[in-house]
């Protein structure tokens, strides 16, 4: 099971953070990413990482901004997201399955969590 939390409203430039938390697998046998849709548009992959705590980024423009982090003590997956933008408003979601590479079709997803960024 996934559950997302965290998410709200952000102004342009500032910050917010997401957290999955998890249930059922132990992190260190699964890989988790994140996704995000806004309205109108495709589901778009953010970012993952693996059971071995690689990071690979499914889109570059988060580099240097997101950042992904395991919390062993919670069982939890946090995305800190930075420097955000307008264009970043989207409902944003938890997948897990074993690969961050075939995550967005094999994954187990959560209900998502919207994150709006906006004045």
């Known amino acids: 099971q996934l559950v997302e939390s965290g998410g709200g409203l952000a102004q342009p430039g500032g910050s917010l953070r997401v957290s999955c938390a998890t249930s059922g697998f132990h992190l260190d046998n699964y890989a988790v990413g994140w996704f995000r849709q806004a309205p109108g548009k495709e589901r778009e992959g953010v970012m993952c990482?693996?059971?071995?705590?690689?990071?690979?980024y499914y889109t570059d423009s988060v580099k240097g901004r997101f950042t992904l982090s395991k919390d062993y003590a919670n069982n939890s997956v946090h995305l800190q997201m930075n420097s955000l933008k307008p264009d970043e408003t989207a409902r944003y979601y938890c997948?897990?399955?074993?690969?961050?590479?075939?995550?967005?079709?094999?994954?187990?997803w959560g209900q998502g969590i919207q994150v709006t960024v906006s004045l």
């Open positions: 997948a897990a399955n074993v690969f961050c590479s075939d995550l967005d079709v094999k994954g187990y």
């Open positions: 990482i693996s059971a071995g705590n690689q990071i690979t």
